[in-house]
C-alpha cells in the first residue's frame, strides 16, 4: 500500500467527513420523524365507514317506514331508525367530519337535511301509516345525498392517500440517499482511522526508538545525569552518576533527591535545583562532593536544565562532571604563581641589596678623602715629625736616638696601616663584599679558640670561660665572622677592663638564639654614650688614650647582623657586658 | 327484553334495581360469563355505581368534553366477570370485541352524559364507552379508537 497520509489533508477530510456524517443524519432522522408523525391515521379518515353507515341508517329507515305502512311494524322501530339516522347526521355535523363535509362542497345539502328531519320529527313521533309516502318521499334524496359524499370522499381519501405516500417515499428516498451518505462518510473516516492508526504506531515505534536512543546516550554518557520531577523526587540516575555518587540507580529513583545524597541539599545545589524547577538554567563549578570512606572531596561542575513541555516545566536535569582533574591543575598553577612571586620578590631583594651596596661603595669613595684628611692626618703627623727630626739632627743623633724615633715614626705607620685595613674592612662590609657562609658551630669551640689567642696576646689578663651547665648545642652562623665578633668584643674588654679583673665570657641559649657574653670591669660607658657606640668612627670618653679606630664594634654589629644575630650592650654600672646573639637555626633574614 | 332471573342473583346484584316495570327502560343489557348469566340494567341502577368523570378529546369531535359515568371495570367486577374480552354491540348494530385487560390497565369509562348533559340515541347515547384518551398517549390510535362504542346496549362477556 502506498497511501500516504498527508496530515492536514487528512485532517480536513476527516473534519469534512464528520461534518457531513452529521448533517446527513439528522436530515434523515428529521425526515424519518416526519414520516413517523404522518403515519398517524386519523379516524377523520374514516370518512367512506361514516358515510356508508349513514346511508345504511337512511336505506333502513326507508324500509322501516314501507313495513310501518303495512302495519307490519311498531312506533318503537320507527323511533329507533330514526335515531339512528339523526345520529348519523349528528356525527356529520360534528368538528372534523362537518369539515370534510364542507371540503367535499356539500355542506349545504346536508343543513338542509339536518333541517329536514327536524321537520319531520313530529311526525316520526307520532307515526301514522297515512303519512308514510310523504315521508318516504321526504327521505328520498337521503342516501343519494350520502352515496355522492361517499364518492367524493373515496376520491378525496385517495387523492389525499397517493400525496401522502409520495411524501413518504420522497421522504425515504432522501433517507435512502442520506444513509448512502453517511455510509460514505463513514467509509472515509474508518480509512482516516485506519490511516492516523498507522502512522500512531508509526511514529510510536520512532518515538521508542529515539526514546531507545536516548536511553542509551545516558547511561552510557560519562557524565554524571539525573533527573528530578517538580516534587524534586528522583526519576532518572545514569551509571555514571552512581559511580560519582555511590548510589545505585535503585537506591536513589523515586525518592526525594536530598534524601538520597547529604550532597544535593547542600544549599548551592539545593537552589540550582529549585531555580531550574523555576524554568532557569543554572551553572555551578568546582563544588567539592564527598564520596564514601574518601577524605578528599571530588571537584565537579554541575549544570542544571529544566524540562519543559511546551511552557510547562516538568522537572529538572542535572549533569555532574568530575572537574578534580581541573581543579588541581588550577592549584598547582596557584602554587607555582605563588612561587614566582616569591622568586620575583627574592630577586627583587637581592637587586635592592646590590643597589644599597652600590650606593654604600659610592658613598665611601664619596667620604674616603674626609677619612683619610681626619684619621690618617694624625699618625702621618706622627711620622712626619720624628723623621723630620731625624733629618734636623742628622749625624748628631745617637744610635739610641735614631732607634726611638725611627720607632716612632714606624708605629705612627704601623697604626696608619692598621687603620687602613679596617677601613677597607668596614667598606667592605659596607659594599657587600663580605659574605656570610653560615654553617651550624659549635659555639664553645670558637670561645676556646678566641680566649686561648687573646690570653697570649693580652699580658697575662685573666680570661674566664664559663659554660653552661647544659649543651647549648650549635649556632647557624659564620663560624670566621663569629669568631672576628667574638676576637672584637674580647679585645675590647681587655683593652677597657680596670687592672687585675678578670674578664668573663660566658655563654648560654634559650629556644631560638645563643647567647655569648663578655664582661669586663671598671671603665663603664657613660650613659648618654650608650646609643652611638656602634656607629662608625665613634670613639667614646673613655678609649681616650688607647688605641683605636672606632670602627670595631661598627663591624662586629654589622657582621653578627648579617648573619640573623646581634650584638647589644648589657653595662650596668661596674660591669660592661657586650653580648652576642647568633640564631640556632635557619631563619630566612628577610 | 326483561330479565326473569332475578330470584337466582346473588346479594351483590340487590344493588341494582332488576325490574319488570315497563316504565324503567333496560339501557344496557350485560350476559356471558358472569355471575346470573344475564343482567338488564336501566338508568337507576347505573346511576347506583360510583360516578367518574373524564375530561378527554375524541376522534370525532373538536375540543375537550367532560364525560360523566361509570368504569367499567366497576361493573364487571360487581357481576364477577371473567372472560378475556368483552364484545360490545351498539344499537346502530355495531360490534366490536374489546380485551377486558383495557378495563384494567385505564380507566375506561362507560358515559351517560357529556358536559352535563344526557347523552340521547338520537345522538351518542345513551351510553358511550370513553377511554383517556388524553392521559395515554397509547390511546390515541385508531386502533382504540374503534373501541369507543357510541349507542352502546349490550355487553357479552367471553
Known amino acids: 500500500m502506498t497511501l500516504r497520509w498527508n496530515p492536514a489533508v487528512g485532517f480536513g477530510l476527516t473534519l469534512a467527513a464528520v461534518f457531513l456524517f452529521a448533517v446527513l443524519m439528522v436530515f434523515s432522522m428529521f425526515r424519518m420523524f416526519e414520516v413517523e408523525n404522518a403515519m398517524r391515521v386519523n379516524a377523520e379518515h374514516n370518512m367512506l365507514w361514516v358515510l356508508h353507515k349513514g346511508e345504511v341508517a337512511a336505506l333502513r329507515m326507508a324500509e322501516t317506514m314501507a313495513l310501518a305502512e303495512n302495519n307490519a311494524t311498531d312506533q318503537d322501530q320507527i323511533s329507533l331508525r330514526f335515531d339512528i339516522l339523526l345520529s348519523r347526521i349528528a356525527l356529520l355535523n360534528d368538528g372534523p367530519q362537518r369539515r370534510f363535509v364542507e371540503g367535499i362542497g356539500l355542506a349545504k345539502e346536508l343543513d338542509d337535511l339536518t333541517l329536514t328531519l327536524e321537520e319531520i320529527q313530529p311526525l316520526i313521533d307520532k307515526f301514522k301509516p297515512a303519512d308514510g309516502p310523504r315521508l318516504r318521499a321526504t327521505l328520498e334524496p337521503v342516501p343519494r345525498l350520502f352515496g355522492r359524499a361517499a364518492n367524493a370522499a373515496m376520491i378525496a381519501d385517495w387523492d389525499e392517500l397517493g400525496g401522502r405516500l409520495e411524501v413518504y417515499r420522497s421522504h425515504l428516498r432522501q433517507t435512502i440517499a442520506s444513509l448512502i451518505g453517511i455510509m460514505l462518510a463513514g467509509g472515509i473516516l474508518t480509512v482516516a482511522l485506519f490511516l492516523s492508526l498507522r502512522q500512531s504506531r508509526r511514529d510510536n515505534s520512532m518515538l521508542r526508538r529515539e526514546r531507545d536512543f536516548s536511553g542509551l546516550l545516558i547511561s552510557s554518557s560519562g557524565e554524571g545525569i539525573l533527573a528530578v520531577d517538580r516534587t524534586g523526587r528522583c526519576t532518572l540516575w545514569n551509571d555514571a552518576m552512581e559511580k560519582l555518587m555511590g548510589k545505585s540507580a535503585q537506591q536513589a529513583v523515586g525518592r526525594p533527591l536530598r534524601n538520597v545524597a547529604g550532597f544535593f541539599d547542600i544549599s548551592p545545589v539545593r537552589e540550582g535545583i529549585a531555580r531550574a524547577l523555576h524554568g532557569h538554567t543554572e551553572h555551578l563549578t568546582l563544588q567539592p562532593l564527598f564520596q564514601p570512606h574518601r577524605d578528599i572531596p571530588l571537584r565537579v561542575d554541575l549544570r542544571f536544565f529544566p524540562l519543559r513541555n511546551d511552557d510547562e516545566t516538568l522537572g529538572a536535569i542535572l549533569f555532574l562532571n568530575d572537574a578534580t582533574d581541573r581543579y588541581k591543575a588550577l592549584q598547582k598553577d596557584a602554587q607555582d604563581r605563588d612561587r614566582l612571586e616569591e622568586l620575583v620578590s627574592e630577586r627583587t631583594r637581592d637587586l635592592d641589596n646590590a643597589l644599597q651596596r652600590e650606593r654604600s661603595a659610592a658613598k665611601l669613595y664619596r667620604n674616603f678623602a674626609a ?134 665570657v660566658t655563654y648560654h641559649s634559650d629556644a631560638e638564639n645563643l647567647f655569648c657574653d663578655v664582661s669586663n670591669e671598671g671603665n663603664p660607658i657613660p650613659e648618654k654614650e650608650r646609643a652611638q657606640i656602634f656607629v662608625r668612627n665613634f670613639r667614646g670618653t673613655n678609649s681616650v688614650g688607647s688605641k683605636g679606630t672606632g670602627v670595631g664594634l661598627f663591624i662586629a654589629r654589622t657582621l653578627a647582623r648579617m648573619q640573623g644575630g646581634d650584638v647589644s650592650l648589657l653595662s650596668s654600672a661596674e660591669t660592661t657586658t657586650f653580648r652576642l646573639t647568633l640564631p640556632r637555626f635557619y631563619e630566612s633574614l628577610i | 327484553m326483561q330479565t326473569q332471573a332475578g330470584a337466582g342473583l346473588v346479594g351483590v346484584l340487590c344493588v341494582f334495581a332488576f325490574t319488570a316495570n315497563a316504565q324503567n327502560d333496560v339501557i344496557l343489557r350485560v ?83 357529556m358536559d352535563g348533559v344526557a347523552l340521547s340515541r338520537a345522538d351518542k347515547g345513551p351510553l358511550w364507552i370513553i377511554y383517556p384518551r388524553d392521559e395515554h398517549e397509547v390511546l390515541q390510535d385508531i386502533r382504540y379508537d374503534y373501541r369507543w362504542v357510541w349507542q352502546l346496549s349490550q355487553l357479552e362477556v367471553r
Do not use: W
Open chain 1, 371 to 504: 677619612m683619610v684628611s681626619h684619621q690618617f692626618r694624625t699618625p702621618l703627623a706622627v711620622a712626619d715629625s720624628a723623621l723630620q727630626r731625624l733629618i734636623r739632627r742628622g749625624t748628631r743623633a745617637t744610635p739610641e736616638e735614631i732607634n726611638e724615633r725611627a720607632t716612632r715614626a714606624r708605629d705612627a705607620i704601623d697604626g696608619l696601616t692598621r687603620l687602613v685595613d679596617s677601613t677597607m674592612d668596614a667598606a667592605r662590609l659596607d659594599a657587600g663584599l663580605i659574605g656570610a657562609r653560615r654553617t651550624a658551630c659549635d659555639l664553645g669551640q670558637i670561645v676556646n679558640t678566641v680566649c686561648a689567642y687573646q690570653r697570649t696576646t693580652a699580658d697575662g689578663r685573666q680570661i674566664v670561660i664559663r659554660q653552661p651547665t647544659e649543651d647549648p648545642g650549635t649556632a647557624f652562623c659564620d663560624p670566621a665572622h663569629a669568631e672576628q665578633v667574638l676576637e672584637n668584643l674580647v679585645s675590647n674588654a681587655v683593652k677597657y677592663a680596670a687592672p687585675d679583673t678578670p674578664i668573663v
Open chain 2, 31 to 113: 350476559s356471558g360469563q358472569i355471575s346470573g348469566g344475564t343482567v338488564s340494567l336501566d338508568r337507576e341502577a347505573i346511576s347506583a355505581l360510583p360516578s367518574v368523570q373524564i375530561i378527554t378529546t375524541t376522534s370525532v369531535t373538536d375540543g375537550k368534553h367532560s364525560f360523566t359515568g361509570f368504569l367499567m371495570r366497576d361493573l364487571l367486577d360487581r357481576l364477577d366477570a371473567e372472560g378475556e374480552t368483552v364484545t360490545a354491540i351498539a344499537v346502530n348494530d355495531y360490534v366490536v370485541d374489546i380485551p377486558m385487560a383495557d378495563f384494567y390497565d385505564y380507566d375506561v369509562i362507560v358515559a351517560d352524559s
